[in-house]
T-cell receptor
């Protein structure tokens, strides 16, 4: 079945540091890939997405590239801020026989940015 | 539209009691999903509705769980005879099926259930 593996946290960085959160996936077909973010006390928010190989998703300074050859979708940001402190989930969505897109999530990576 | 809403946000119940949660999706969305998230884990799929029809249920959804979406708008998730293992965050998401869409799902804030 589909699965998503992402690096374990917590990840602690100083403000303005470079961020990478690794994510790899296993899927039977050609999934869409997502990064969701969950701020403390809030629901999951879609951060960015990519729907086919070599697509780059970007939002709020974050970016991730869909790498089919390495089955990866690593999240990066050049300069993190304290406000980026949250839990980040890598996820994939693939059509199935029911005609809908079930989302499979990784376990989440907690990011803490210190001033 | 303010997004997906869920009520209550928190529920504490004693083992053996029944609980019911409500989800109001984004108004034009025809697909609705329930997920469960335990501490330190990502959300796990429970069930899915297309309009009022429940089209798939996960093996995680035991017969103590029942979900409905009677008019294709809001949905309820009921857990009967709750057990401590049911303690989790229950998330609702909705999406709109359109041609060429990537079917991204929009999540509500969740209902945190604690079974004592």
């Amino acid at each position: 079945g589909d699965s998503v593996t992402q690096m374990e946290g917590p990840v602690t960085l100083s403000e303005e540091a470079f961020l990478t959160i690794n994510c790899t996936y296993t899927a039977t077909g050609y999934p869409s890939l997502f990064w969701y973010v969950q701020y403390p006390g809030e629901g999951l928010q879609l951060l960015l997405k990519a729907t086919k190989a070599d697509d780059k998703g970007s939002n709020k300074g974050f970016e991730a590239t869909y790498r089919k050859e390495t089955t990866s979708f690593h999240l990066e940001k050049g300069s993190v801020q304290v406000s980026d402190s949250a839990v980040y989930f890598c996820a994939l969505s693939e059509g199935n026989s029911g005609g809908y897109q079930k989302v499979t999530f990784g376990t989440g990576t907690k990011l803490q940015v210190i001033p | 539209d303010t997004g997906v809403s869920q009520n209550p946000r928190h529920k504490i119940t004693k083992r053996g009691q029944n609980v019911t949660f409500r989800c109001d999706p984004i108004s034009e969305h025809n697909r609705l999903y329930w997920y469960r998230q335990t501490l330190g884990q990502g959300p796990e799929f429970l069930t899915y509705f297309q309009n009022e029809a429940q089209l798939e249920k996960s093996r995680l959804l035991s017969d103590r769980f029942s979900a409905e979406r009677p008019k294709g708008s809001f949905s309820t998730l009921e857990i009967q005879r709750t057990e401590q293992g049911d303690s989790a965050m229950y998330l609702c998401a909705s999406s709109l099926r359109t041609t060429g869409s990537s079917y991204e799902q929009y999540f509500g804030p969740g209902t945190r259930l604690t079974v004592t």
